[in-house]
């Protein structure tokens, strides 16, 4: 069982910045965390995951290189530091937890939604032009 907290959306002009803030609690080994987002009318997209045990990160190619998914163990928490933010950020973004899926040759941790069981709430993010 795991609960999650998001927190620190918010509205900012195209080209700033926003760090969001998911705090996990419950049992998470071998989990990875996720970042996801929806747009209204859009799927919802898988931004970048973290495995919580080994640290190992992927993106979504739209925000590879701009947002940052990282975390503080100590604090059950992770981030997802957004620089260069685009209207086409705009969504409510959400974070999840899964188990580490095995590919084959490693385990590792997928971006798709389905795979995820546990979700927050939810924090809006709005970039104006």
């Known amino acids: 069982q795991v609960q999650l907290v998001e927190s620190g959306g918010g509205s900012v002009q195209a080209g700033g910045s926003l760090r969001l803030s998911c705090v996990a609690s419950?049992?998470?080994?071998?989990?990875?965390i996720g970042w996801f987002r929806q747009a209204p009318g859009k799927e919802r997209e898988g931004v970048a995951t973290?495995?919580?045990?080994?640290?190992?990160?992927n993106y979504a190619d739209s925000v590879k290189g701009r947002f940052t998914i990282s975390q503080d163990n100590a604090k059950n928490t992770v981030y997802l530091q957004m620089f260069s933010l685009q209207p086409e950020d705009t969504a409510m973004y959400y974070c999840?937890?899964?188990?580490?899926?095995?590919?084959?040759?490693?385990?590792?941790?997928?971006?798709?939604?389905?795979?995820?069981?546990?979700w927050g709430q939810g924090t809006q993010v709005t970039v104006s032009s």
């Open positions: 419950g049992y998470t080994f071998s989990y990875c």
């Open positions: 999840a937890a899964a188990k580490q899926v095995w590919d084959g040759s490693v385990w590792s941790c997928s971006r798709s939604s389905y795979l995820y069981d546990y």
């Open positions: 973290i495995g919580f045990d080994d640290g190992d990160t």
